[in-house]
């Protein structure tokens, strides 16, 4: 028998071998950057802070504090967990999901309007109901619209100065989306996602001769339904300066101006609020911010704010930073969906706007958006470990 002669055995292999597991090893290691560090702890520190609060607006309700505590920490305990999973997906793999991401989205919402599955609540058809679980289909919308919207432009960024290239596909197909939550009657949903969508134009850097257009159509479109709809016009024109309007439209706006005040600046302390004794019926919900005023005062308040606003200089450095028009477009859209949704619940709460039916991220009450938000900010960290090394501070000669 011959033998055949092996060559003999280099260890050019088994460098490039180990040169490659010790990048692999370097990437898991280094250190995250200022904005992703900004964003989870700024995230973190919310949704604890919501739980506290919801604890504590829940804790004089009938059907006692424990079941709502749990629910919210269940979805606070599964939404942690999938941030910092989505956090290390790849660009590549949001970028291919974005159009399969807004279809199922856009499925599941429609899905309120069958009988059986849907359900009705102040009004409103936006919730769905499946082995025994409540959600609401149209918070996940929010994060799919920001992220197709970013993919189709991005696709199309040598051509954001032609009018028929930036609307087409997105405005219809972002008129339609938005249609199925507005078919629900959900007016205050349908104008997050609007801005979203102007968010997403904005940050592409389209020109302002074609950005006018569809804040134009914005306007006009929620004017009208405002008009069509006498109960919704009621709510929006209801004066609340005094009480000839007491018992009807300004009920829960003059409870939560009380309750704020009654806090004064330090608080009456947590778990002492008055209000939430059946005077503000949407105390853990759309109110809870008037529940932080009424207990930890003017100082709580500010807490707040300044957690909003610490997550938004992080994400607002992650859209400088970025050389990627993808990144740049949906972190955009996906901040103006949370710091703009913020800045109007906590004006309805304070009496600058309209009780428009809006959540206040990361700490009312309500599992579905507390998960949809956590996704969110999961999608944020994973844009934040994108930015190019010198701009994370590196000093380069």
Known sequence: MT????????????????????????????????????????????????????????????SGVMDTAIKQAMFAAVGIPLMFLVSRLPLRFLKRTAWPALILATIVQLLVFVPGIGVGSDGNQNWIRIAGFTMQPSEFLKLALALWVAYVLLRKRALLGIWQHVFIPVIPVAVLVIGTVLAGRDLGTAMVMVLILLGCLFFAGVKLRLFIIPVLLGVVGVAALAVLSPDRMRRISAVCTDMTNYENDCYQSIHAVWGMANGGIFGLGLGNSQEKYGWLPAAANDFIFAIVGEELGLIGGLVVLALFTFFAVGTFHIIRKTTDPFVRVAAGGITVWIIGQALINIGVVIGIFPVLGVPLPFMSQGGTALLAVLLACGVLLAFARTIPAPARGKVTR
Do not use: C, K
């Open 3 to 62: 033998q055949v002669a092996r060559p003999p055995r280099t260890d050019a292999g088994q460098a490039g071998r180990g040169l490659a597991a010790r990048v692999s090893l370097g990437r898991i290691f280094t250190p995250p950057s200022n904005e992703y560090m900004l964003i989870a702890s700024t995230a973190l520190l919310l949704t604890v802070f919501g739980i506290i609060m919801v604890i504590s607006a829940t804790s004089a309700t009938e």
